[in-house]
């Protein structure tokens, strides 16, 4: 009968949500992890200052945006802030000759990927027993943005938010699709995806849509826009969080039962666009469509994630038909372990990050 169907479809929710607080919380950064991060952003930053004096070193993704699981890779941005400054490239290979000369670091500088980037990594030691990863981008000022809105959706509603995000970073990762350079997408992508759902795809929405909220005085172009893309969104979190409540109540079980189920059958992959700044967008409208019809010989746009600001970039664009086939299939897998609702929710979070 179907009230009893209700009660325990209730159970298995309360039960999985705690389960996953209780999963993510194990899985956050020590304080001694940030600290060591933090000394070595220092002396990085005072590294780099030999070659541009008037620079400073930021952290952004998800060391600076509230998602960050232990172990995690960092981000580093150069923000230089001199009028005369070098070029990205040439930044890249002197700080990259620099940094081999004066660290203990694995040093690999890619000057010309999309955004210039130098590459460093430790090995694992005793008192490091997983090294460090980090990448330093050059006046990569759109990225600091973009992780700033990240970490005001995290902060509106940080036990639905970050709790769903983090757990579906880890999963992602114990599944193997969070491989970029292998055809599936980036834990950035993923992030918009959940917000998208938060925000354009539940109702009633679970987050606002920064990006459209009026601001609270008048404010200039030259405020809002940056290399001629618009930044503006609305970053009073303190304020948001007087004034907006949302009046959806779903747990963060059901938020994420619900998520499965949207991105294994309801998102239309064929022809729609994710686009957390303005809702579900075509990839006709967007000159998107083409890429892979035409079989062009690099795959381009099977799945298709606007980013916020840069809007004529698509986060997704290196995912593979194999890619995106094999994270859809992660997603009816999914779907479907938390379908059944095993007795214990344990059993269910063992099975989907097995
Ligand atoms: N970024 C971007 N475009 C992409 C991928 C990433 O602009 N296609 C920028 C974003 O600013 C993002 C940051 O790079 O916040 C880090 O991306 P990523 O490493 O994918 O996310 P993290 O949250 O750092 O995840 P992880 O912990 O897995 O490193
Ligand atoms: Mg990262």
Known sequence: PQPRKHASRQRFAQEFSQCLYDFVIQLLPTAEELAVKEDVRKLLERLIRTIEPDSRLLQF?????????????????????????????????????????????????????????????????????????CDIGFENRLA?????????????????????????????????????????????????????????????????NLQVMPPLRPISKEETHL?????????????????????????????????????????????????????????????WESEYEKGSPRERNRLCIEDPFEVDYNVSRCVTKDGLYTIRGEFMRASRILATRPDRAIVALAQLCE
């Not at 690999?108 to 130098?118: F, Q, T």
């Not at 893309?229 to 059901?254: C, G, M, P, Y």
Request: proline letters at 6%; charged letters at 25%; one cysteine or more.
């Open 144 to 208: 600091l943005e973009n992780t700033r809105l990240l970490m005001c959706y995290a902060m509106i509603d940080p036990p639905r938010v970050r709790t769903m995000v983090l757990f579906l970073k880890v999963w992602s990762k114990r599944r193997k699709i969070n491989s970029p350079y292998k055809g599936t997408l980036s834990s950035y992508g993923y992030v918009l995806l959940v917000i998208y759902f938060l925000v354009h795809v539940k109702s009633p929405p679970v987050l606002p």
């Open 61 to 133: 993704g998800s060391t600076a945006n509230g998602f960050s699981l232990r172990n995690s890779d960092m981000d580093l941005c150069c923000l230089i802030d001199s009028e005369e400054r070098l070029a990205a490239t040439d930044l890249v290979n002197m700080a990259g000759d620099l940094l081999e000369r004066e660290t203990k670091f694995h040093v690999k500088p890619l000057p010309h990927a999309r955004i210039p980037i130098v590459k460093l990594s430790l090995d694992p030691a005793p008192g490091l027993p997983y090294g460090i990863a």
């Open 227 to 287: 290399n001629g893309h618009n930044i503006w969104f609305f970053d009073d979190i303190e304020l948001l969080r007087q004034r907006w409540k949302s009046s959806n109540t779903d747990s963060v079980a059901e938020l994420l039962i619900d998520f499965f189920k949207f991105y294994s059958r309801e998102f239309q992959y064929s022809h729609g666009v994710a686009s957390i700044r303005a809702g579900l967008l075509t990839k006709d409208s967007k000159g």
